[in-house]
């Protein structure tokens, strides 16, 4: 039978602590963080004009992000002194993507030319930007975890 001295069982607690306290440095995101709810607040800056309104989207997943005609939250949003703020309040944390654009003529959709580039002014959470289409879900996701937070998104 081997039996522990009293410096060896603080070495061991030791060890254990500084093994939990590596974790949570680490890995802070754990199931409990995303159990609360808070507040989120967007700007959404650098229109040219006041023309049209700033439709927004948040997206939940990936699967609705990718997709065309569905969105978790829509909003439509009043563009005054060329900026958009859209506020909700009791967000559950989570992972979400933001998608804007500014609908100047007010048909509900994002206009392009023949070739497909859009004629509107759009932005992506994270200022993402992709090539030959939307940014990424990698890119533009986004993890909610905290009692506010506010987030500034400049369209192009």
Do not use: H
């Not at 900026?83 to 933001?98: H, M, N, P, R």
Request: net charge negative.
């Amino acid at each position: 039978m081997v039996t522990q001295t009293p410096q060896k069982k603080l070495q061991i607690s030791i060890i254990l602590f500084l093994c939990l306290v590596f974790n949570i440095l680490i890995f802070p995101q754990t199931v409990d963080s995303l159990s609360g709810y808070g507040r989120l607040v967007v700007i959404i800056k650098g229109f040219e004009n006041d023309n049209g309104d700033c439709r927004f989207a948040l997206d939940n997943s990936k699967s609705v992000y990718e997709s065309e005609d569905s969105v978790w939250i829509g909003k439509e949003l009043p563009i005054k002194n060329k900026e958009a703020v859209v506020t909700i309040d009791s967000l559950k944390y989570g992972v979400y993507a933001i998608r804007v654009y500014q609908d100047k003529n007010k048909n509900n959709k994002l206009d392009s030319d023949i070739l497909g580039i859009p004629t509107e002014n759009y932005g992506f959470s994270n200022n993402a930007s992709g090539w030959f289409g939307p940014p990424s879900w990698d890119k533009a996701k986004f993890i909610f975890n905290k009692p506010e937070l506010i987030m500034e998104i400049d369209i192009d």
